[in-house]
């Protein structure tokens, strides 16, 4: 007889081979097209990187209108060559029907219910968002929507195992000497290019016991290997204490002991190991782009931190407190160029309503694509209704 986790497991490997074969086929549709056209558009905004520097693109929250502004970044970020996509967690809302999603579903004549999309929110998001990007490798990662009731950690690791357990992530567990390097796990790490890059999972408000002392390890490794010239640490949520600290760990009065104390363990091992070596700090979250994120903390006490919560969902409000260079209402990703040295750049680049593929936008009625840019914002309309169906977590049986 199957146990509910192994009924759970055999829907989702089912649905992730139909998906990867709907990815495999976009891969190849992409890569005809970049064949034909590449003297008209690649060739024409390819920015090469600078001798002996490499690249890589980063964000979060693809909510909302994510099957609209994903694909977008995965066209513009072509001209960098990036080496990999890294999002940062909430992929799909999960609470309610995303509004993409609501919108294709009418221009082909149909309603989704609210079983209909959770059983399709994550295949759309592989479908959508992860195969644009083609062969460019992707890395995903955990958020608070992902354990959102149906969904839960377990159900995360058993849909994107593939990506959980890329080549990449499962040789550094066989290099950690992991006792099931096999097994995917929502935090990670590997190292490339001299850089190790550590995803976290707070997607629960918290770090648990067995990931502090598996990230204490991390870095203690990171430390002493010459071979390592700087840190990445990706998270969805904020670390504790940063000028964005309203939407982040440490702000769930139900949580708030465990949040803080842990977030706080995981910033002072940061600041530690950022004596020795370069730390850059990553989150989302909070739906905004924001630099300096830890300029709040006296000097010698500040980490280099951004957020970077524009790949798609309802934008937010900044903070009254935020740094002048810090954006709402757009839509974007982080541009990393590393140097020979392991230093890291990061830039900011917009996605605009311009920059939204044909093809992305034949698959929608015509008032969506306007729409995502015009509007889905809490910051343009404070007081708007939600757009789409709300979809409660289903009552625990009995």
């Not at 080496?83 to 909430?90: A, I, K, N, R």
């Amino acid at each position: 007889m199957l146990t509910s986790n192994k009924k759970i497991g055999l829907v989702l490997l089912i649905a992730n081979l139909a998906v990867v074969g709907v990815v495999c086929r976009y891969r190849n549709v992409l890569a005809d097209a970049a064949t034909a056209k590449v003297s008209t558009t690649v060739s024409a905004i390819y920015a090469p990187p600078t001798p002996g520097t490499w690249r890589f693109i980063v964000s979060g929250d693809s909510r909302n209108c994510g099957d609209v502004v994903m694909p977008s970044i995965a066209a513009h970020s072509a001209r960098y060559s990036p080496s990999f996509y890294w999002h940062l967690g909430d992929l799909r809302a999960i609470y309610k029907i995303d509004e993409d999603m609501e919108a294709a579903a009418a221009r082909n004549g149909q309603i989704l219910t609210c079983g209909d999309y959770h059983r399709r929110a994550w295949p759309d998001f592989i479908e959508n968002q992860i195969g644009p990007f083609a062969s460019t490798p992707f890395y995903v990662g955990i958020g608070n929507h992902e354990v959102i009731p149906p969904k839960d950690e377990t159900q995360f690791t058993l849909q994107f195992s593939e990506w959980l357990r890329s080549s990449p992530l499962n040789s550094q567990r066989q290099q950690d000497g992991e006792k099931d390097p096999s097994t995917p796990k929502p935090y990670y790490h590997w190292i490339q290019g001299g850089v190790d890059f550590i995803y976290l999972d707070n997607a629960s408000n918290t770090f648990s016991k067995e990931q502090l002392d598996w990230l204490d390890r991390t870095l203690s490794k990171a430390q002493s290997n010459d071979s390592v010239l700087s840190v990445v640490v990706g998270m969805h949520e904020a670390l504790p204490d940063s000028t964005a600290s309203s939407h982040a760990m440490c702000d769930d009065p139900k949580k708030k002991e465990d949040s803080c104390i842990s977030g706080r363990h995981v910033y002072q091992a940061l600041l530690g190991l950022q004596a020795k070596k370069p730390v850059y700090v990553l989150a989302s979250h909070s739906h905004f782009y924001m630099t300096g994120v830890f300029d709040n903390h006296p000097p010698g006490q500040r980490l280099p931190g951004w957020i970077v919560g524009t790949a798609g969902a309802v934008r937010y409000k900044l903070p009254p407190n935020a740094p002048p260079d810090a954006k709402t209402n757009v839509y974007g990703y982080l541009l990393a160029t590393v140097s020979r040295e392991g230093k890291i750049q990061f830039d900011f680049q917009e996605i605009k309503e311009p920059d939204v593929p044909d093809d992305v936008r034949r698959r929608y009625p015509s008032w969506l694509v306007p729409w995502c840019f015009a509007h889905n914002s809490q910051d343009i309309d404070p007081q708007r209704e939600e757009t789409s169906h709300l979809c409660p977590a289903p009552k625990a049986s009995p």
